[in-house]
């Protein structure tokens, strides 16, 4: 039997102002971007050549850099939550301190591993000839920096709440672990994998600093939707509006779809 809703209680005058001045903090910015839209010159600023430049490499960066956190990232969320190992908890605040660092830092560090003169990119230039900043595949890997916690911390958390006795009755069967996780984990983890690779797809295709940090800002190699709208602020701001129109009904959509799993109906 469903349990009855508390009844609704009035909200004191002190919670409520301040809840409401909160709110709209957080929504007259967006209206204010609503009202003023260039609605009637939209869709000449939506159909240029640059917008859909802009847009096509932010979905083909965003795109790459979800995948890459996949398959990094659905590995290392199983380590996490159903493994034991030495300094796990220092491993796991690794692993989300992208969600904290500044992302100019998370460029600046990339730089400082996979720039030309990095730890790892001289070695890559030398030997393979392989040059990551301020190319498209830069972009990728910036997006996947500051994307993939999203996802980590959204498989872990439906690993921890599958119940391992599945897998144990696999093992039980014959079934390696492999098997047991491809046969049997992933299908029980999916919803989780599908909202974490929402929320990193939708990250990968908002994040700035990183990407003008490690990648640059070239129009058709790295400039993907927020640098073409931080570009056009400099000279043509209702294209800046118009682009930004475009992020925010992105962010709306992934809402929507995640309103299911992360918020509760009224």
Known sequence: MTPARPAFRRAPFALLLPALLGLAFLVLPLVGLLIRAPWSDLPRQLTSPEVWEALRLSLICATA????????????????????????????????LPLVLP???????????????????????????????FHTSGVVLAEAFVAMPFLVISVEGALRAADPRYEEAAA??????????????????????AAGSVLAWARAL?????????????????????????????????????????????????????????MSGS
């Open 172 to 193: 039980t069967l014959g079934a390696s672990r492999l098997t047991a996780f491809r046969r049997v984990t992933l299908p029980l983890i999916a919803p989780g994998i």
């Open 65 to 96: 850099a979800t995948a890459l956190s996949l398959l990094l990232g659905v590995p290392l969320a199983w380590l996490l939550a159903r493994t034991e190992f030495p300094g796990r908890r220092f491993v796991r605040a690794l692993v989300t």
């Open 103 to 133: 992302p100019v830092v998370g460029g600046v560090a990339l730089l400082l591993v996979l720039g030309r003169n990095g730890i790892a990119g001289r070695w890559l230039d030398s030997a393979f000839g392989i040059t990551l900043p």
């Open 206 to 262: 908002g994040e700035f600093g990183a990407t003008i940090t490690f990648a640059g800002n070239f129009p058709g190699q790295t400039q993907t939707m927020p640098l073409a709208v931080y570009l056009a602020m400099e000279s043509e701001p209702e294209a800046a509006i118009a682009l930004s129109l475009v992020l925010l009904a992105v962010s709306i959509t992934v809402l929507a779809g995640l309103r299911g799993r992360w």
